[in-house]
């Protein structure tokens, strides 16, 4: 599917911070599939946040950005690892294998941590908007957060190379289909200037929600934000914390 970084971190950096999912396919285990469990540094909550990190990182960079975002923002947040990253290793890596594993995954906390729907969040960033819309299309839950988002990976080689190369790749992450099937509100933020995914991929797919959904969802294109520079308390916590004020620990920001 994609090329995973050098494993950053081992089971002997997270004692007893990481557990594992069994994944399922066929009536068959078929796997374990690892996540790490970030409970909120200070403050007790029972909204737990499912987090789906981006291409170049394995949950032991993505953690740092979820703690920057617990910080102002009360959550139990848990860390997928995608097959071929960290401790993940051995398996297929596949979209469809990813999907499997953060549908069983929803599953799974959901019935460990005895959650309702609105006790769940969902945050994808980047590839990690793929497994989160796939989730968003087929489970309820209080909200989906999608950070540069695209329509598709085909969608983003088409626009870096020719339509006929596109063409001969398969639809892998077919974000756009899964918007027209949304279930749960959404928070889509997204850079002006991402020169990866261009914005207009985060404007389509909003356009595309179901309009129950829509009107529940909110849009955010951030001013002079790229792909990966941000301003962190602007760009990423004030759209949160708007999107959910009573998870706020505190309201600094404005736009």
Same mark, same amino acid.
């Given at each position: 599917?994609?090329?995973?970084? $050098?494993?950053?971190?081992? $089971?002997?950096?997270?004692?007893?911070?990481?557990?594992?999912?069994?994944?399922?396919?066929?009536?068959? @285990?078929?796997?374990?599939?690892?996540?790490?469990?970030?409970?909120?540094?200070?403050? $007790?909550?029972?909204?737990?946040?499912?987090?789906? @990190?981006?291409?170049?990182?394995?949950?032991?960079?993505?953690?740092?950005?979820?703690?920057?975002?617990?910080?102002?923002?009360?959550?139990?947040?848990?860390?997928?690892?995608?097959?071929?990253?960290?401790?993940?290793?051995?398996?297929?890596?596949?979209?469809?294998?990813?999907?499997?594993?953060?549908?069983?995954?929803?599953? @799974?906390?959901?019935?460990?941590?005895?959650?309702?729907?609105?006790?769940?969040?969902?945050?994808?960033?980047?590839?990690?908007?793929?497994?989160?819309?796939?989730?968003?299309?087929? +489970?309820?839950?209080?909200?989906?957060?999608?950070?540069?988002?695209?329509?598709?990976?085909?969608?983003?080689?088409?626009?870096?190379?020719?339509?006929?190369?596109?063409?001969?790749?398969?639809?892998?992450?077919?974000?756009?289909? +899964?918007?027209?099937?949304?279930?749960?509100?959404?928070?889509?933020?997204?850079?002006?200037?991402?020169?990866?995914?261009?914005?207009?991929?985060?404007?389509?797919?909003?356009?595309?929600?179901?309009?129950?959904?829509?009107?529940?969802?909110?849009?955010?294109?951030?001013?002079?934000?790229?792909?990966?520079?941000?301003?962190?308390?602007?760009?990423?916590?004030?759209?949160?914390?708007?999107?959910?004020?009573?998870?706020?620990?505190?309201?600094?920001?404005?736009?």
């Amino acid at each position: 599917m994609f090329s995973a970084p $050098n494993p950053m971190y081992s $089971n002997k950096d997270y004692l007893n911070c990481i557990d594992y999912a069994k994944i399922h396919y066929g009536g068959k @285990h078929v796997r374990d599939a690892p996540y790490l469990i970030m409970e909120h540094p200070f403050c $007790n909550t029972d909204t737990y946040l499912i987090y789906f @990190h981006a291409k170049d990182e394995d949950i032991n960079y993505a953690q740092q950005f979820i703690y920057e975002i617990q910080q102002s923002c009360k959550f139990n947040a848990i860390l997928s690892e995608y097959p071929g990253y960290g401790i993940y290793q051995n398996v297929d890596v596949h979209d469809s294998v990813v999907e499997q594993d953060a549908l069983q995954l929803f599953d @799974h906390i959901q019935d460990k941590y005895k959650l309702k729907n609105n006790q769940i969040i969902v945050f994808g960033r980047s590839i990690g908007t793929g497994p989160a819309f796939y989730i968003n299309s087929l +489970r309820q839950c209080r909200a989906v957060i999608a950070l540069s988002s695209f329509t598709s990976i085909r969608d983003i080689v088409k626009e870096k190379t020719f339509e006929w190369v596109a063409n001969l790749i398969p639809s892998k992450f077919d974000n756009l289909q +899964r918007a027209q099937n949304a279930k749960s509100p959404m928070l889509l933020i997204h850079g002006a200037e991402d020169d990866i995914v261009n914005k207009q991929h985060t404007e389509i797919l909003f356009a595309n929600l179901p309009n129950k959904v829509k009107a529940q969802s909110v849009k955010r294109i951030r001013p002079d934000m790229t792909h990966n520079d941000y301003i962190f308390e602007h760009d990423i916590i004030a759209p949160i914390q708007l999107f959910f004020p009573d998870l706020s620990i505190q309201q600094r920001f404005r736009y």
